[in-house]
């Protein structure tokens, strides 16, 4: 277009001007009377050579060419007037197209003349096609046409343009582009007409918006060009601009845009509110001026809705040109209902979008609400669309659109960008309510498997560390635990099975649940290493024959420890696992030599137990690998950062158990990491009592009496009777079904602990004795008045125990 456009400028000029055209006046029998120098030029004939002869006689001589002139003639006899293309001869004998133009001429005495002009016949089509083109543009062409003088008012446009203005084309001579377009826009256009102007360089397809007074609700976008216009003296004459509208075209590119914004902002996490607030921050300010996302209160609680229910819903996201927008809409984390008439109510029964125009001065669904109304409106509403987010069948909640700055309304195809952009946020925000419904499932399964907070044991004051390697899993393969053992003993446990994630958790559940029941059997550390070994290597076989496919149980570590708080001894034993580091009082830290023993699941081999005496204050530090061993650092460096951070004096349990965590864990550990410090407590000398009675009849009298002084000692007098009755039964059963001197220790505490050991192995049992028995109620007596009792074995026989709350009130003795 704009290369046309310049061969006005840059062409030819009109080939009939005087100082172009040859000139040649006939007769009213067709003589010559005039012949000019142009047609001397071009024909050859000198004036002398054809004055008063016959134009046919000379002109022509070929009788096709002849025939061509006799009807050029009769047309111009029969209309006053022809124009066309002629053959002539040349004075040389070839043949010459002429563009011939002819006029009658009436001289005063009434006699004619013709008037003939002519140019060669291919500057003559040339000059008339260029003619043709510019009289195109500025009648029949769809695209906008304006010529500025070089003040850059009007001097001439094309109806296109005029059906642009809304004005006719003829009253735009004089005018500026401000008197059309809003002054931002007139600005614009000016400044790319006056660069063109000043430059001499054209400007190509300049998309800017261009809003027109007579209609200021309407978006129209146009597409520019501009090139300046010379005369062929070089001087300028102001520019030239095409105008198309472009707005379809722009509107399309903008979805499709907006589109490809949403694939990659939308669902780039596994997060409802997350997802919820991306879909707000797509569509403001490209599609609406303001965005709500509400979901159905199940969805939000990573619920499936129920079809056909349709409550409360939860505003996840808004998102607004203004901050006004928090002022008028519900905020974010509200729970509320919309009214029965509402949109979004007829949107989530309907399962369709709505698409709606608001020109009245209050808002019906909001009847009831008339100050929310007034507010809205005030914003300047005027359009609204609500679209269902659904997805897999199921309406999660609505996506809601409006507009107020804007002001042209939504229309359909606003409406289907709003509903592409709904699914796929939908289909994200289920992938994502899924994700933490399963999620949340399998954290607090996974969170179940962990001891919680461990409570105070008179034993040792515990503090704790535990880091999966992976975050969102939220537990790993690695645990520790603090059980309570009679005796006021604590067993101390940390383990690791091999793997990560859910798998490990699920394996390493199981492996503590077994811990959990071995210690309650009061066995020895050597010996509950030796169970869990069979159990590990058991687990091993039942899984690979009933899933071949999923992650196989290698194999796990464990190191097993129990304290006596009266002896102050700590036995120890390990299955592969690190060894503790154990810190005396005065800030000395080893490693104790603990037999390593084979990891658990691998069979076969014995566990060793180490005992260690433990001055009262001293700290244990149990960990798994993943605190000392990492790519930068082997295992001795990272023994010796331990001891180091362990070392540090004056501090509590919990504050060295965070200074180990600062110098030793990294935001992200590379593999799981359980750390478990406890600090020894010795029990005073003066709260235990401990006795050898020998094995006769009178054993239990003495034990009686021996107890009943001590709890006057210790002012527990009112227990007197239970405890006498307790420690009578236990003397009496290992006096009868024992062998050996029998041993009887009493501890004060929280509880009152009694003890009867003896040097057999046999299993007391519990029973129901019969009414015509007369023995058989021993054990069942303990059972009644003791809180707690059992059996625990030792190296050289079996101890039988009995807790007792302290101030427990005594039992009326039966009337005989």
Known sequence: MDASLSTFSEGPEDPFAVRRAASVVLDPHARIVGWSGRAEELLGYAPEDVLGRSADGVLTDNPSDRAVVMEAVAACTRDQGWFGIVPLRHRDGHRVEMGCRARVVIRPD??????????????????????????????????????????????????????????????????????????????????????????????????????????????????????????????????????????????????????????????????????????????????????????????????????????????????????????????????????????????????????????????????????????????????????????????????????????????????????????????????????????????????????????GHPAAEVAHRYRPADPAAGVGGDWFDVIPLSGLRVALVVGDVVGHGTHAAVTMGRLRTAVHTLANLDLAPDEVLAHLDALVDRLAVEQEATDAHSPQLIGATCLYAIYDPVSRRCTLARASHLPPVVVTPDGQASIPDVPAGPPLGLGGLPYETTELELAEGSLLALYTDGLVEAREQDVDEGLAQLRAALTVPARTVEETCAAVEEAMLPERPADDVALLIARTRALATEKVATWELPAEPTAAAEARNLTTRQLAEWQLDEMAVTTELIVSELVTNAYRYAAGPITLRLIRHCDLICEVSDGSSTSPHLRQARSTDEGGRGLFLVAQLAQRWGTRYVGDGKTIWAEQPLHMPAPKRPAR
């Open 110 to 455: 009434s006699t004619y003349e013709w008037y003939l002009v002519g140019a060669p016949a291919q500057e003559v089509v040339q000059w008339e096609t260029d003619r043709s083109v510019l009289d195109g543009l500025f009648r029949r062409s769809p695209i906008g046409l304006a010529v500025y003088a070089p003040d850059l008012s009007i001097l001439r446009v094309n109806r296109a343009i005029a059906k642009f203005s809304g004005a006719p084309a003829e009253l735009h001579r004089g005018l500026r582009a401000s008197d059309f377009l809003f002054q931002a826009d007139a600005d614009t256009v000016e400044a790319q007409l006056r660069e063109v102007l000043e430059s001499g360089k054209s400007s190509i397809f300049a998309e800017q918006p261009c809003r027109i007074l007579t209609a200021p609700d309407q978006e129209l976008v146009a597409s520019a060009s501009a090139f300046r216009m010379q005369d062929s003296a070089g001087r300028v004459l102001g520019v030239a601009q095409t105008v198309e509208d472009v707005t379809d075209r722009y509107r399309a590119r903008r979805r499709l845009a907006l589109l490809n914004e949403a694939s990659a902002r939308i669902g780039t996490t596994l997060d409802v509110a997350t997802t919820a607030r991306e879909l707000a921050e797509v569509a403001v300010p490209d599609l609406a001026d303001y965005v709500s996302v509400d979901l159905l209160e199940p969805v939000n609680r990573g619920e499936e809705p129920v079809p056909g229910t349709y409550g409360e819903v939860h505003r996840m996201a808004i998102r607004g040109v203004s901050p006004e927008a928090s002022q008028v809409m519900y905020p974010v984390g509200e729970t509320f209902s919309f009214p029965p008439q509402a949109p979004h109510i007829r949107c989530l029964v309907e399962r369709r979008p709505v698409l709606e125009t608001y020109r009245g001065s209050h808002l019906p669904w909001l009847a009831e609400d008339p100050e929310r109304s007034e507010r809205v409106l005030s914003e300047g509403l005027h359009s609204l669309m609500v679209v269902p987010l659904a997805a897999r069948g199921l309406v999660l909640g609505t996506l809601g659109l409006w507009r107020s700055r804007r002001p042209e309304p939504f229309e359909e195809d606003d409406l289907t960008l709003a509903e592409e952009l709904a699914s796929r946020a939908a289909l994200c925000i289920d992938n994502a309510r899924r994700y933490t419904q399963q999620h949340q499932a399998a954290l607090t399964l996974q969170h179940s498997l962990l001891p919680g907070e461990v409570p």
